[in-house]
């Protein structure tokens, strides 16, 4: 690409002051369509060969019973035993529940107190720049990282969470076991995602609220409709296709969970928390099982990629509105 | 909530409610910032002072963790160490008191490197090849252009684990497995369809009578994009870089599954510090402060063009 770039800017050089353009084109033989194709294929090719080639390859292992860690073994292929295996799995059917649970939750917390924060950010107090800044940073940091130093924060003896929470509300810090008791650890996931996502959630709402005129809340003063009634009526349906996006970004997202789950609680205890990712990871690592956890892998994206289909339908619907 | 009751314009909020949204917004920004202010706490502890109960706010800073993170220290009998000749360093000294002397480097410098290399290599290329795509993308007419858009953006739904497999299976048969080459075309695979959205949005905003106006003084197309059409769009193409360059540097899955070794980036590698009898808190903390730094940097450069960065540019500010 650079030689050929130099070569060309210095013929192009060479006669660009005096020959017409037309001229010049046909001389170097590039029309805007090689060009075109020029600019596109290389991001084009690296995709089809680290996205859709391994995608293709994932298809074709899903019909058979090859295992990784026996590369030389005959491979067969066992056609729809592996789909119906992963789909009467109760395991299986048990992660995507767990999962649907956490996609649940995160979400409503994540788009409520986002909401708020949002809505109150955009009353421009003094200083709302600076805040908002601040409440942004958990999202740019890593969460497997930041997830692994929550469960320091998550120790009952010695951890800042539990001492909080004891100190708000009496209970002994021994009995705040947030990754070690099965009914707080999917709840102590939960915490942790909401801290570093709901700075998104507030981000495109704020978004979505800058976006609404003052023209509409002048002509509803006039007619002297009560905050309430505005904010019903205009805030929460102009912004929604706003949050509506927002919803579908951390579903996709959280459908994906994989690293801040596997830090802090790695599916346990017993397998509360484990998730469609880490079933699918210790299917496909740790029982080598390749074939059955392809043929989870394209179940799971088969799920994502008709769920965000559906739901970019509902998003268009609610904008045309 | 109210906004009648003021002599502005009417939808301006009054001054109460905006102290009372401030006081909200404010207390919420601080509660999120706890964590990251224990992260750094931790820290500067010495590893008793960050297990003990309660938890201590006021404490003799240590440099211990930042010892530990970044020594691997052998256990001697107390007469072996008085043996030793005079301590040349500040962890030296520490290391000393607890009974223990540092045999060498630990891992956590060549994990960092190459949580450097892999982030900003990908980020290159998969900045290069975003702007390439996305000039294309927005000026000349490309057959199936929505269809390729929407293909690209659709790479992203995929659970990385579920692409892991084959990868894992592929870079095997390519002896790409635990490189920083295998790492960095993977990084740049995932981050060249943002980049493409982004940039595309970043471009279509610059005229095209810009270009048009190059071209008929003489420039060739390829001379336009790099002379006009460049320098235009080099606030996007920073903003774009740096969430590439998030992205690559905090992402653990694929670094999980796919590195074991020589190309392991910081993440996964961070959690595995482990001193004497559990994890070592302080040294951990530490770690961690160095990974997060120069992300609450870039943050902080970021923060008017994050909205577009993060819902690929679906979304303007």
Known sequence: MNISNSIVEKAADATAKVTPISVVRRVRGLSDRAIAWLFIAPAIVLLLAINIFPLIWAIYLSFTNYRANRPNAAVEGVGLRNYERVLTDPDIWQAMQTTAHFVFWTIVLQTVIGFTLAYLIDRKFRGHAFWTTIILIPMMLSPAVVGNFWRFLYEPQIGLFAYAVSWLTGIATSDIRMLGDVSLAPWAIIIVDTWMWTPYVMLICLAGLRSIPDYIYEAAEVDRASPWRQFWSITVPMALPFIMLAVLFRGIENFKMFDMVTLLTGGGPGSVTEVASITLKRAAFESWATGRASAFAIVLFVAVFGLANIYVRALNKVKQR | ?317
């Open chain 2, 1 to 317: 909530m109210s906004c009648a009751n003021s002599a502005h314009s009417v939808v301006e909020p009054s001054f109460t409610s905006k102290r009372i949204a401030g006081a909200i917004v404010i207390l919420y920004a601080l509660i999120t910032l706890i964590p990251l202010v224990w992260i750094f706490l931790t820290s500067i502890k010495s590893p008793p002072d960050s297990i003990s109960y309660p938890p201590k706010i006021v404490f003799t800073p240590s440099l211990e963790g930042y010892c530990n993170l970044l020594t691997t220290r052998t256990r001697q009998t107390p007469e072996y160490i008085a043996s030793l000749p005079e301590p040349t360093g500040t962890c030296d000294e520490v290391t000393r008191k607890r009974n223990m002397v540092i045999a060498g480097p630990s891992n956590f410098l060549p994990r960092f490197f190459n949580s450097l290399l892999i982030a900003f290599g990908s980020t290159f290329l998969a900045v290069l090849l975003g702007t390439m795509a996305a000039y294309g993308f927005s000026r000349f007419r490309v057959p199936l252009a929505d269809d390729l858009l929407f293909f690209i953006l659709s790479t992203r739904m995929m659970p990385p684990i579920a692409v892991a497999i084959p990868i894992y299976l592929m870079y095997r048969e390519l002896g790409l497995s635990d490189t920083a080459l295998g790492m960095i075309l993977l990084y740049t695979a995932v981050n060249v369809s943002l980049a493409v959205w982004l940039l595309k949005g970043f471009i279509d905003e610059i005229p095209r009578e810009y270009e048009e106006a190059a071209m008929i003084d003489g420039y060739t197309r390829l001379q336009a994009f790099r002379k006009v059409v460049l320098p235009q769009a080099t606030t996007g193409i920073a903003a774009t870089a740096i969430f590439c360059l998030i992205f690559a540097w905090n992402e653990y899955a694929f670094a999980a599954l796919l590195t074991s070794g020589s190309a392991q980036t910081a993440p996964p590698f961070i959690p595995t510090i482990i001193g004497e009898g559990g994890q070592d808190w302080p040294a951990v903390a530490a770690g961690t402060t160095i990974f997060l730094i120069p992300i609450l940097v870039f943050t902080i450069l970021l923060r008017k063009q994050l909205l577009r960065g993060i819902t690929f540019g679906a979304v303007r500010k």
